[in-house]
């Protein structure tokens, strides 16, 4: 009998280690401890990934420039920029964009430096947190944010803090955590009536959500204000 209890209470402190470090990949630690994961899986980031340059043209290239519509020379912000999949494909893509990306895994940051070598003259890279963002109110036309807001200590102020730095007009790109993974972030699972809300708190408009990813959807939403650059 003991022998079973020990079991059982090893099977649940294994259980409980594997939903706290893999499945919420140590959200409910703190930032330090999901910065730290990142930053000792930033090596095999991309090859779990494996990211297809065509499908990120349809994923990525094509919600980024119909949210810049018309905006000549635009300024991009992409927060938490992991291994630099979103500088990557714009910067391919669209010849006039300067972008930065920012994000607070070191080592994530320098696996993204040596991919955007050769965009170096228009992508920037920052080591920060998602808030507060280190950049003046009214500096980016877009915020993209992809597949990270479920893992910032507070994802109603990181919102806020993107929403600070974009343009009045400009348009903020970013995704939920849908399906049973979702599910797992208990109270950090935001559901899409939540964030809807979330976003109408901080005032923006026209907010859409797409289908996107396994796992994902894509929310579209803009700043009111004049959408001219
Ligand atoms: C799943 S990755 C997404 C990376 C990239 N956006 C992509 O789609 O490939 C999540 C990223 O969020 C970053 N991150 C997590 N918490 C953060 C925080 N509080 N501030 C800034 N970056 C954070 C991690 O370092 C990691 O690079």
Redesign the pocket.
Known sequence: MPALLIGLALLAAGLLLYWLLVST?GVFLG?RV??WL??VTAHR?DRI?Q?DPADEQLLVVRPVADALGACRQPRLL??????G??PLAVAGALDEATIVG????ER?LAVAAGKLAPYRRRVALVR????PLPFAAASFDLV?????LE???SDEA?LAEMVRVLRPGGALLATRRSGWEGRLFLTRYRTEAALRQMLERQGLEAIRFFLWEVNYDLVVARKPGDAAA
């Open positions: 990949e930032r999901v910065v990142y930053d980031y990934k990211y992409d927060v938490a920029t992991g291994t999949r979103v920012l994000d607070d895994a994530m920060s947190p998602a808030a993209t944010c992809l597949e990270a893992f910032f200590p990181a």
